[in-house]
């Protein structure tokens, strides 16, 4: 039983101070480990219930990772609540009381009796260094079950996963669970790539497939019976009946696939947004290093912006609308001319929730390409509320703009 | 005891396929109601493993709710678990059957047998509308306990809860928190802000503080006692402490409260950005309706950009660099002029986590301000990763902008 559970500790996570995020990461993790979670509880700051949780989760796992409590104050009790489900008493530990004394000592600040707390461990336990923060982790062994202590802050708990849990876990977890494969494939009607999909898996028993709508797309999962089942031929079969609508394998990121291919060719991206109000530009830039593809954006939310800044005829405005096919193109025109790129890419729409007409209701939105070997646009009609439709317009944006490149490059 | 337990259920949510994001709306949703959720589940799709997290959960609850698991496939087995664990069975509900029906025709298809599972509740269950989706919710009491099952899918649960089931919890659930306040307060050093804190609330007995950092700056919420607490002058002290720093209180956004100040005194905003990359702008029109106050933005990534269309004389950026108080002066004032608008506001930074120099490390972002009365510019020295520098770049940015919007005003 290679199996994980997860208990996220804190008041602030059911009360709605904090948005519990740990989570996500951890089961994200795992995932990419193929280890499985097997449960996840969120306890508030009681001793009780924390050791009841423990409990539960020991029966269920064969490792469990356990997340906040570790603080110096009173109401950080998971340490303790381990101590009582594991019956031993906590002890202090040296090494740890000099590392938190070190530690404050170089912040010229004096550490309080509350922070010795955090150099407590229960006496079989091994403590994990934090690099980042002054509370420790710890791993704790009951009879076949290592429950491991992290802290709540992210960015501590990140830094000691990386850092040292993934790699002690890894041979309880790693390969446990079932083959799988991702094909990531741009936004698409649902129905019709489940039909394909269905033919492409038909003839392989004990095969799951299962679609996951996400920002940029859809992925299609497929799931074997068993650790080690070869998946090579389901693999061949769904690439052929998907075809061209896949832009990646497992996890890399629509923005990153464009980003590589524009830069393995040289180009440059500018972007004119209307509706999407930045949002394409901060997705290309979310991943470091983009700088050398994507030269900028202009964001022209009003009517007056297109005009002065992206050379966008007042006329074609007012003639068709600004959510119309001709000011889509001359959008992304514009940019490409005004930004001195070789591509531009335009989104001009209505989010939503008001602004619709009968004749271009919520939803309407107009994508626009420009490059120096053509031009292309494509109407959508989104039936989302304002952010599903600045999203799904972004995710269709780059959609169009991942083929036209493609389609160039054959 | 009036208090909520929450269960979510799939195998989705356990490995990796979909973010559980339910439980976040609903925690939220019960803390306004001022209610008190004690605890959250993820449980897979394993009616047993239902079944037991609702026994737990209708122990030390008075209201119980229960997401997903009410599709059409073998594997949604919430209804099940609620009629195992209630010692109940399921039967056929005419009525439902009948809807479904007619849903389906709606749609020219057809209804598969499958879906006659969604007709199905327990005997002393009443059904609750799903206006958008197949699955219909379901109101099931165990004594004293309710057990509210909902759609797993994110926009049918919203909107069940909003028709339907908030107003039917009430009753169960609100007012019964302790009292509460929030104050939202621009980015400021967390130290400073606890010692003026801790001053104002250090003449009022039974009073807990507590800190929330978010993207646009941190919350305080001082808690009382008991549920009809006056807080009162406890407000009123926090407000006298803390002072300017405050730009709201209780849940109104900083973008919002600048779009409304801006909109009271008919004047513009335009943004350039470099290593925010849209961010600020995206979140200045996540708001319907800021188009009257938000003209646009340029995205200036590269340098060219930020000569060629944001009027950033290229000797500035060759002697003081990117990064620096001239440059980030020079392209508030030109995003200002070229938009036409009254504010300019400006970014320009390191995000990381590549592009630091001994000179300006990881985390310098230099924020620019334009207006006809007068420029300021701001230095930070950020120590997040990348996402947190640029989100933080982003709030300072909208907090220096708030500032010198109220400062004009006095």
């Not at 356990?66 to 381990?82: H, N």
């Not at 094909?183 to 698409?188: E, I, K, M, W």
């Not at 269905?198 to 799931?223: M, R, Y």
Request: net charge negative; glycine share 10%; proline share 4%.
């Amino acid at each position: 039983m290679s199996r994980l559970a997860l208990i996220m500790v804190g008041d602030e996570l059911l009360d709605g101070r904090v948005a519990e995020s740990n989570s996500r990461f951890l089961i994200e993790e795992v995932a990419a480990m193929r280890g499985r979670v097997v449960s996840l509880e969120v306890v508030a700051d009681d001793q009780g219930r924390i050791a009841e949780a423990l409990d539960r989760a020991c029966k269920r796992a064969s490792a469990v990772v356990v997340s906040g409590g570790l603080g110096p104050t009173p109401d950080d009790l998971t340490r303790e609540a381990l101590a009582q489900f594991a019956g031993e008493e906590l002890v202090l530990d040296d090494e740890l009381v000099a590392t938190l004394t070190a530690r404050f000592e170089s912040r010229g600040r004096h550490m309080t009796s509350n922070n010795l707390q955090q150099a407590m461990r229960t006496p079989t336990g091994r403590s994990i260094p934090n690099p980042i923060g002054s509370a420790p982790g710890l791993w704790h062994e009951v009879g076949d079950v290592a429950v491991i202590l992290v802290p709540g802050v992210p960015s501590e708990m990140r830094r000691m996963w990386s850092d040292s849990v993934r790699e002690m876990l890894r041979p309880r977890l790693g390969g446990q669970a079932p083959a799988r494969i991702r094909l990531r494939v741009l936004r698409t009607a649902e129905s019709t790539l489940a039909q394909r999909v269905v033919k492409a898996v038909d003839a392989h028993d004990g095969i799951e497939v299962a679609f996951c709508v996400h920002d940029f797309g859809v992925d299609v999962l497929a799931v074997g019976s068993s650790p080690d089942q070869d998946l090579t031929s389901v693999r061949d079969e769904l690439k052929h009946m998907i075809g061209d609508r896949i832009y990646a394998e497992e996890g890399v990121s629509l923005p990153d696939v464009i980003l590589d291919s524009l830069r393995s060719r040289g180009e440059t991206l500018a972007a004119a947004e209307s509706c999407t109000g930045g949002l394409l530009s901060k997705v290309m830039t979310d991943a470091p290093g983009s700088s050398d593809v994507f030269v900028g954006a202009v964001v022209a939310y009003s009517n007056a912006v297109k005009t002065n800044q992206l050379g966008v005829p007042a006329v074609l405005v007012q003639e068709h609308g600004a959510v119309s096919e001709p000011v889509a193109l001359a959008m992304a025109r514009g940019v490409r001319d005004r930004l001195d790129a070789d591509w531009g890419v335009s989104i001009t729409g209505v989010a939503g929730p008001g602004g619709g007409t009968e004749d271009k209701p919520v939803g309407t939105v107009w994508l626009g390409l420009s490059h120096s070997q053509g031009e292309r646009a494509l109407e959508l009609r989104l039936p989302g509320d304002r952010d599903q439709n600045r999203q799904w317009a972004v995710g269709s944006a780059l959609g169009l703009l991942f083929e036209q490149i493609r389609s160039q490059a054959r």
